[in-house]
């Protein structure tokens, strides 16, 4: 997918002056609540938070033996994994797969890693037919648009907007069909998609693990598209990447415990599928060929870096589902595939600190992401460290990097920081005094446009510290 | 692709400052894949077996799904019909030729029509057997072989399970031990794993619309679940 990152600035105005954007957003009432019923209800669940960590660290570091084992094991279950570096190498090793079976149709079930390598379009222009089958990402596709949520691809759309969309590209069905309803456009979107699953000839989904012990590839889905993706067409394809591995059925088991209650606070996912070679001599149906194609893209370089940790992630959404800018921007503003607090880290991580310098500004450091990450990955931390890089790196403009030197100077100097904070407060206590804040402020336009600032009370916060603690202290 | 192999390899080993894992180290990660040890199973997984068929019962029935208890398999093709007539469905069933359910007399209720097999497009309901049943979530575990069609789970809009009391365990971690002795014991490949093992946790939803869920994205609309009382003799199948 072609990036937009480099211009998020421009690209969060547009979502904020976007009324129907607005309109969506503010309806959303979100999974937040329920992750926190769902996490109340299971006692262990900080320490399975600590044991899903330790899993993907002891993988990520032994990742080439782990990778190693479950090519044995797709092989010796008749499988074959296909390692690809590059997304061009994995479109080309989808492609040649289609070839070789002369597919024609391609169902797809929801999987991230085929946005980032723009698979669908690829497949198009190869004359090819992919068709995505979530519900969310059919209706996506319909729009040529990009999922704006990483488990909820439509989330950036109302019941109306389903609607219209349905009308306008169903055009073979009555005009006067009631669509009204969710129920409805559900309903739609089965009976449309059905056909599409039974001619496919390919199906292509993604992995939420790969495990080594016994070469499964495992899916999570709610609506059993995946499945049928799978079971029915004459091959299964599985893009994933590398990092998804892990040792053993155990270990999936334990992160599994996490990822439902942390997307969209489920006890469970409806459809947990382990998916092992193709069909066995005698079974009754499923795939006569299984291919794992296996991407990098710019992965491995994070290890034994301090962004490593990123590679734990598991996609469940629950940090940009507790963003404040993402509650506000929704998902397209970020420009990419993976947006919120993990596309902030990493988009920059995979396509370079230049493409993608803005985004980790895009955060009011508030830590909720961090605290709900079931993975403990610490988002904060990371998006702190690309911006520590931007500024060597000299992206941000020069007015915005020779203010924030002139800032460092001023903060390491604690008497001098003092003294002119202990000024300009009371300056400003002064100059605010009658009304309690200020309407426009110079070089803050652009803060004050939305909010009026509060003057402060004409003394600093270490001002009164001081004040407060000693007199405690006599008392 | 062996160049594309060997650069990913090399490209992990290179960033995390090593060569391929010494043999000690291999053999530790190794003996990791075979001991099968389990990291935290939570209490609630971890009850005497009144208590797991109880919270196997309570924890379907939350995630949308029926469940009917039954004092033995006799009762399954009345339970079937029932079923049937009471969402008002075509009286005809498309059944796993499972040996499990191959001591179930469906001529007791000759108005349903009975057909085995793969699932095809015009089944509306389908009726297979579980191999396991865990309470942690309510969730069935069945697997795929020349008589458990995976197909029956997915594409007739209703979906009636049948699952033997003592097949419920606690926890996920008891299913894939079972998983593993049974594979053993019928000398499958690959840790004996069947080409796919469902978890199912009621009927399929989707909340794609507005985050309102819907039952009935693309699974079944209707989970069904003949909770029988264990044969004492075996007898069945
Ligand atoms: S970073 Fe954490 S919270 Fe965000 S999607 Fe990944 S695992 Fe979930």
Wanted: hydrophobic fraction near 40%; include cysteine; glycine fraction near 8%.
């Amino acid at each position: 997918m072609q990036s937009t990152a480099n211009v998020f600035p421009s690209n969060a105005r547009r979502a904020l002056a976007d009324e129907r954007l607005q309109s969506v957003l503010g309806m959303v009432d979100g999974f937040n609540g329920k992750r926190a019923r769902a996490v109340d209800r299971l006692p262990e669940f900080e320490m399975l938070r600590d044991q899903a960590r330790d899993i993907k660290n002891h993988t990520l570091q032994h990742l080439d033996h782990y990778l190693e084992r479950f090519e044995t094991r797709v092989t010796e279950a008749g499988g074959q994994v296909h390692w690809c570096r590059t997304a061009e190498e994995a479109r080309q090793a989808v492609l040649g797969i289609c070839r070789a079976v002369g597919a024609t149709t391609v169902t797809k079930g929801k999987s991230m890693v085929t946005e980032e390598i723009a698979l669908n379009r690829f497949l198009e222009q190869n004359g090819l037919v992919p068709v995505e089958t979530d519900l969310g990402e059919y209706i996506i596709q319909l729009r040529q648009e990009a999922p704006s949520h990483i488990i909820a691809p439509a989330v950036h759309l109302s019941a109306r907007d389903v609607e219209q969309t349905f009308r306008s590209h169903h055009g073979d069905l009555p005009d006067d069909r009631p669509l009204t309803e969710a129920r409805d456009l559900v309903n739609e979107a089965r009976t449309m998609l059905r056909q599409r699953f039974l001619e496919a000839d390919v199906g292509i989904t993604g992995a939420n693990f790969l495990i080594a012990e016994t070469g499964s590839t495992v899916i999570v889905t709610n609506e059993g598209n995946g499945d049928l993706t799978q079971v029915l067409p004459r091959v299964h394809v599985v893009v994933a990447s590398l990092e998804k591995v892990v040792p053993t059925l155990e270990d999936a088991t334990t992160i599994l415990r996490l990822l439902a209650r942390s997307a969209t606070g489920q006890e469970f996912s409806t459809y947990t599928t382990f998916s092992t070679g193709p069909r066995r001599a005698g079974d009754a149906d499923g795939p006569e060929a299984f291919h794992v194609v296996l991407l990098d893209n710019g992965r491995s370089a994070l290890l034994g870096t301090e962004l490593q940790e990123v590679l734990r992630c598991i996609r469940c959404g629950a940090c940009m589902n507790h963003c404040p800018i993402y509650s506000n921007l929704g998902g397209h503003a970020y420009g990419w595939v993976y947006p919120g607090p993990i596309g902030a880290v990493l988009t920059p991580a995979l396509l370079g600190v230049a493409e993608a310098h803005h985004l980790p500004n895009a955060s009011t450091f508030c830590g909720r992401c961090e605290s709900v990450c079931p993975m403990r990955i610490p988002l904060p931390r990371l998006m702190r460290h690309f911006r520590e890089r931007a500024f060597r790196e000299r992206l941000p403009p020069a007015q915005a990097r020779w203010a924030l030197r002139a800032w460092a100077w001023v903060t390491r100097r604690p008497r001098l920081y003092r003294l002119a904070t202990g000024v300009a407060i009371g300056a400003l206590g002064w100059l605010g005094r009658r009304r309690g804040r200020f309407r426009r402020f110079p070089m803050a336009g652009g803060w004050t446009a939305y909010r009026d600032l509060p003057a402060p009370q004409g003394e600093t916060f270490m001002a009164r510290w001081h004040r407060e603690r000693g007199h405690d202290r006599r008392a | 692709m062996t160049g594309a192999r060997d650069q990913m390899l090399g490209s992990i080993r290179a960033a995390l400052g090593r060569g391929p894992l010494d043999p000690s180290a291999q053999a530790a990660c190794d003996e990791r894949l075979t001991m099968h040890r389990r990291n935290l199973v939570p209490a609630r997984g971890r009850l005497d077996m009144a208590a797991l068929v109880d919270g196997f019962t309570a924890n379907a029935i939350e995630q949308a799904a029926t469940v009917e208890r039954l004092a033995g398999p006799e009762g399954i093709p009345a339970a079937v019909a029932d079923f049937l007539a009471r969402h008002n469905l075509p009286a005809a069933i498309r059944v796993a030729p499972d040996p499990a359910l191959a001591g179930v007399s469906w001529s007791d209720r000759p108005t349903v029509t009975v057909s085995q097999g793969s699932a095809r497009d015009s089944d509306t309901t389908g009726v297979t057997a579980a191999f396991a049943g865990v309470a942690e979530t309510g969730t069935l575990v069945l697997t795929s072989g020349p008589a458990q069609p995976t197909t029956l789970n997915f594409l007739p809009e209703n979906h009636v399970v049948v699952l033997w009391s003592e097949q419920i365990v606690g926890a996920y971690e008891d299913a894939w031990d079972r998983l593993r002795a049974h594979g053993v014991a019928i000398g499958t490949a690959a840790a004996g794993m069947p080409r796919t093992v469902n978890f199912i946790t009621g009927p399929s939803r989707t909340g794609d619309i507005e985050q309102k869920i819907q039952l009935g994205a693309h699974g079944p609309r209707r989970l069904h679940i003949l909770l029988v009382e264990s044969d004492p003799d075996g007898a069945l199948g």
